[in-house]
């Protein structure tokens, strides 16, 4: 976990692979955990910390999470994510498409998705059918590899595992995500899928916030954004 910003209402933080936001059925201490005993000891607080969850990341995505140290900021900051005023930016590394090259110019995607609770996975389809969702994304070229490429994906909707399985439909797999179609999995049970950015206006004070996550420690993420600032 590393902190990118702080002030006394709100608190946003780089989430590694690997870790939970909230506790689920493993019982694995959680990213919330890890905050709250970072505010205890900072701030010297006895008893409880109040943090609150406004959005949560999938485990082995890693990148940008956006806590509320006060209800106030809380109840603000969910009705922003709910009603889509959080601009979060991902970056993800995925397979070439030699038969199709990714264009440079942003490309929209529109699938109905549904959701298959007991596998865990969501599904892309090209109409509506029955429970379906509309999921729309927009990505674009930041840089090409030998192997792999790297996308910029802005949401415009919020579904589960959206970006997975959109581009996974497109055929564009996330490298490591082995759920969504990839060969094989990423040494550290990661998948190369990034919360880049997020901006905001602060939930109390109003200012605008603009923060960005470090890469990963993976020398693919490092060599794809060179090419990427060369380009």
């Given at each position: 976990?590393?902190?990118?910003?702080?002030?006394?209402?709100?608190?946003?933080?780089?989430?590694?692979?690997?870790?939970?936001?909230?506790?689920?059925?493993?019982?694995?201490?959680?990213?919330?955990?890890?905050?709250?005993?970072?505010?205890?000891?900072?701030?010297?607080?006895?008893?409880?910390?109040?943090?609150?969850?406004?959005?949560?990341?999938?485990?082995?995505?890693?990148?940008?999470?956006?806590?509320?140290?006060?209800?106030?900021?809380?109840?603000?900051?969910?009705?922003?994510?709910?009603?889509?005023?959080?601009?979060?930016?991902?970056?993800?590394?995925?397979?070439?498409?030699?038969?199709?090259?990714?264009?440079?110019?942003p490309v929209l995607?529109?699938?109905?998705?549904?959701?298959?609770?007991?596998?865990?996975?969501?599904?892309?389809?090209?109409?509506?059918?029955?429970?379906?969702?509309?999921a729309e994304l927009?990505?674009?070229?930041?840089?090409?590899?030998?192997?792999?490429?790297?996308?910029?994906?802005?949401?415009?909707?919020?579904?589960?595992?959206?970006?997975?399985?959109?581009?996974?439909?497109?055929?564009?797999?996330?490298?490591?995500?082995?759920?969504?179609?990839?060969?094989?999995?990423?040494?550290?049970?990661?998948?190369?899928?990034?919360?880049?950015?997020?901006?905001?206006?602060?939930?109390?004070?109003?200012?605008?916030?603009?923060?960005?996550?470090?890469?990963?420690?993976?020398?693919?993420?490092?060599?794809?954004?060179?090419?990427?600032?060369k380009n």
């Amino acid at each position: 976990m590393q902190v990118v910003y702080e002030d006394n209402h709100i608190i946003i933080v780089a989430k590694r692979s690997g870790e939970i936001v909230q506790g689920d059925k493993t019982g694995d201490t959680t990213l919330g955990d890890a905050v709250k005993d970072y505010l205890k000891e900072k701030y010297h607080k006895p008893g409880n910390v109040f943090l609150g969850v406004a959005h949560r990341l999938d485990r082995p995505v890693s990148g940008l999470v956006v806590f509320a140290r006060t209800s106030k900021a809380l109840t603000r900051l969910c009705r922003m994510f709910a009603e889509g005023k959080v601009h979060k930016t991902y970056w993800a590394i995925t397979a070439l498409t030699p038969d199709k090259p990714c264009p440079a110019e942003p490309v929209l995607l529109t699938h109905w998705l549904t959701r298959n609770e007991k596998q865990n996975k969501a599904y892309a389809h090209d109409r509506e059918v029955p429970g379906a969702k509309k999921a729309e994304l927009c990505y674009r070229l930041l840089a090409r590899g030998y192997r792999y490429q790297l996308l910029e994906v802005q949401l415009m909707t919020g579904r589960h595992h959206q970006i997975r399985c959109q581009l996974a439909a497109a055929g564009m797999p996330i490298r490591g995500d082995l759920k969504y179609g990839a060969p094989r999995s990423n040494p550290d049970g990661s998948i190369s899928l990034l919360a880049r950015r997020v901006e905001l206006v602060h939930p109390v004070s109003g200012k605008d916030i603009v923060v960005e996550a470090p890469l990963p420690d993976d020398p693919l993420w490092r060599a794809l954004d060179e090419l990427r600032v060369k380009n």
